[in-house]
């Protein structure tokens, strides 16, 4: 990440910004960096100005306590200012409920695209995000960041044996590094259901998608997203599963966001 700007609590965030045309800002998703977002930016950067970034405590920016969803809310709305005063917002997993979070805020947002934000529909989801929360609350509390990601790991359906098997990886200690920001993923989707009422309060076209080979659950948290806004388009792109081929989604982002 090559810029900088200082959001309203005084955190430096870093972004980079390529290609020309309508802006769009990238927000990643849980245990990720602006640079996970990269190759769908180098695929959408021929038709608009592309501004992936690094969510606070992550990567090149910095953080400031107390953590809230407003401070990350301030944080897009230094982008925008940044570059130009307007952009739309893409934003895949729990990045996509930040996304949908400031545009109910009111930024001044043209449209936004979010990939299978993963709210809870299914039956005892509420309190299974509830237990999550506990878990992984407690763990960061002790320190414990290597059980925080085992947590986190757990609750997106990885298997036992591969959870174990990540923890003897050379990536595990990347992933420890970043764990703490696990909270303010969990705390930018709520209790884990869809937020009706909060959703209803985005006054722009909003676009989710979801992969057709992903489970049902997020497909159906996606429809719901698109059901509870006013002007909400769904798509499933068949084939597709949480990691989405950056050539299959970039087509279908570019249409949508042409026509803002």
């Known amino acids: 990440m090559d810029k900088q700007i200082i959001s309203r609590d005084g955190t430096r965030i870093a972004y980079e910004r390529g290609g020309q045309g309508p802006a769009v800002v990238l927000v990643s998703g849980a245990m990720s960096t602006g640079a996970t ?14 501004v992936p970034y690094d969510r606070r ?62 709210f809870a529909v299914y039956e005892g989801g509420a309190e299974e995000r509830a237990e999550y929360t506990r878990n992984l609350t407690e763990a960061l509390a002790q320190g414990h960041r290597g059980d925080a990601v085992e947590h986190f790991l757990r609750l997106t359906g990885l298997a036992e044996a591969m959870i174990q098997g990540a923890r003897r990886s050379p990536m595990w200690a990347d992933m420890e590094a970043i764990a703490p920001t696990l ?28 992969g057709g080979a992903s ?7 996606a429809r719901a997203v698109a059901e509870a806004v006013p002007e909400g388009t769904y798509r499933t792109l068949e084939g597709q599963t949480h990691m989405v ?10 249409e949508f966001l042409a026509d803002g």
């Not at 990269?38 to 695929?43: N, Q, V």
């Open 215 to 221: 489970p049902s659950w997020l497909r159906e948290a």
């Open 57 to 118: 405590g992550r990567g090149a920016s910095g953080d400031t306590a107390p953590y809230a969803v407003a401070r990350e809310v301030e944080d897009l709305a230094a982008l925008i200012e940044a570059v130009g005063g307007e952009a739309a917002l893409y934003g895949i997993s729990s990045g996509g409920a930040l996304a949908l979070e400031a545009a109910a805020s009111g930024l001044p947002v043209s449209q936004v695209a979010v990939y299978e934000p993963p």
């Open 245 to 254: 081929d950056p050539d299959v989604l970039a087509p279908v982002l570019a």
């Open 37 to 50: 977002l990269a190759p769908l930016a180098a695929r959408l950067a021929g038709r608009f100005t592309v």
């Open 183 to 210: 909270a303010y993923d969990d705390a930018a989707m709520g209790d884990g259901l869809v937020p009706r009422e909060r959703l209803a309060a985005i006054t722009v076209p909003v676009l989710t998608v979801a």
